[in-house]
């Protein structure tokens, strides 16, 4: 049986988890009508990713007898000054979930929850690369500065990040394994 506090926390997280996927997909749109199709596609990415996430949370509530609670979802901003600053709010945005993570972690040792804390733990580590990621992509970006040929370059790189085949697997994008 989940804690009362930690569950209520966990269902803050995914509700945040969703936030994030909601914002991914407001920078795909804005990528998208902007012309980065590449960039569009890599948010698009994390858009399935981070639905993954909260998916994955919403699992674990349930497996543990806990009672999901799905929040309204706030509003993302729909716009942005230019592509490094979106993927440096990405980044940022990105760091904020890994502190928000080590909060449920330090909340269920304080409760002497294990199950909760592996679960975390996952998840913190999972963030390794998730903040690697944005950060590796405003830095490049950063890097490019006004050239539109690198501009142009990576965008067309980024139209290659593909799925986790976890997350495709977890979201049910990929066919069921067949019956015994």
């Given amino acids: 049986m989940l804690n009362a506090k930690v569950e209520q926390a966990i269902n803050g997280q995914i509700n945040y988890e969703f936030y994030s996927a909601y914002l991914y997909l407001a920078m795909a ?13 890599w948010m698009r990415i994390q858009y399935l990713e981070e639905t993954f996430h909260a998916q994955k949370q919403f699992d674990f509530v349930h497996d543990r007898d806990g009672k999901v609670t799905l929040q309204e979802i706030a509003k993302p901003p729909h716009s942005w000054k230019s592509p490094l600053d979106a993927f440096k709010q990405a980044y940022e945005h990105e760091q904020t979930v890994t502190a928000r993570l080590g909060d449920i972690d330090e909340l269920a040792l ?4 294990q199950l ?6 996952w998840f913190i580590n999972e963030q ?8 590796d992509m405003a830095d490049q970006i950063k890097m490019a500065g006004t050239s ?5 370059r990576l965008d067309r790189e980024a139209a290659a990040r593909a799925v986790s085949p976890l997350v495709t697997a ?5 066919a069921a394994p067949a019956a015994p």
Avoid: C
């Fill in 128 to 135: 390794i690369e998730e903040e690697a990621n944005a950060k």
């Fill in 116 to 121: 909760t804390h592996v679960l975390m733990q």
């Fill in 110 to 113: 304080k409760n002497r929850d």
């Fill in 148 to 152: 539109p040929d690198v501009l142009f």
């Fill in 29 to 41: 749109a804005w990528f998208k009508q902007e012309n980065y199709n590449g960039f569009s596609h």
């Fill in 170 to 174: 977890g979201i049910g994008l990929t």
